[in-house]
């Protein structure tokens, strides 16, 4: 497809599961990225990707988050032993290549809503 | 199809200038719209807006809905340096809490 897409769209699980959230990037976009939104909270950084390694994974809130991303393009973020406040939007979002004219502009997925009961 | 288009995509002022970016959006089953300053990391949130005409204000920043014309503007007086980044402009839906992002408008603040 021609933007970022993301699945689940929504997903409810139980306290205690764990749960794996999908990223697809553009096509040709070496830069993945992380977020999560809060209810009431202004967009959290997780992780970034650049190719398949994770030279800065500051934002991951916990050891019960991993990510990787294979092939340098899908990406997956792990979240295990579920807990309430893990409940969020979660967005991914993909930038080109620097060199590309279209650096540094990231472009967002529709995010998949976490809710955590 | 559902969207959200931001213009202009790129701007360069003068320091004390005062821009007006733009964002308009088609997306069905509206519920807010919501403004981020991105520099490096995350981006920052600025404002939502989730009703018609209400002007919502910060600082040398305002912004404003009008869901008439299905867009919003946001202000900046007096632009700084420190104003230089992409503008991000994001619609939530009603239905699955989508986030709907325009590709930004990058400002760039000369001294």
């Known amino acids: 497809g021609a933007g970022v897409s993301q699945s689940p769209s929504n997903k409810v699980t139980e306290k205690g599961k764990d749960v794996e959230l999908r990223c697809d990037p553009i096509?040709?976009?070496?830069?993945l990225y992380w977020y999560r939104q809060s209810l009431g909270q202004g967009l959290e950084f997780l992780i970034y990707?650049?190719?398949?390694?994770?030279p800065d994974k500051s934002g991951l809130p916990s050891d019960r988050f991993s990510a990787e991303r294979t092939g340098g393009s899908v990406s997956t973020l792990t979240i295990q032993r579920t807990q309430q406040e893990d409940s969020a939007v979660y967005l991914c979002?993909?930038?080109?290549?620097w060199g590309s004219g279209q650096q540094g502009t990231q472009y967002f997925g529709p995010g998949t809503r976490l809710l955590v009961l | 199809e559902d969207k959200v288009v931001q213009s202009p995509l790129s701007l360069v002022v003068h320091e004390g200038d005062t821009v007006t970016l733009n964002c308009s959006y088609e997306v069905t089953n509206f519920r807010s719209l919501l403004w981020y300053k991105q520099e490096k990391k995350a981006p920052t949130f600025l404002f939502m807006l989730t009703s018609s005409g209400i002007e919502k204000k910060s600082g040398r920043l305002s912004s404003i809905l009008d869901k008439k014309e299905l867009s919003s503007i946001l202000n900046i007086t007096a632009t700084q340096t420190g104003d230089s980044a992409i503008y991000l402009c994001?619609?939530?839906?009603?239905?699955?809490?989508?986030?709907?992002f325009g590709t930004g408008t990058s400002l760039t603040v000369i001294p």
């Open positions: 979002a993909s930038s080109s290549p």
């Open positions: 990707f650049q190719g398949n390694s994770a």
């Open positions: 096509s040709g976009h070496t830069a």
């Open positions: 994001a619609v939530v839906r009603n239905t699955g809490n989508q986030f709907y």
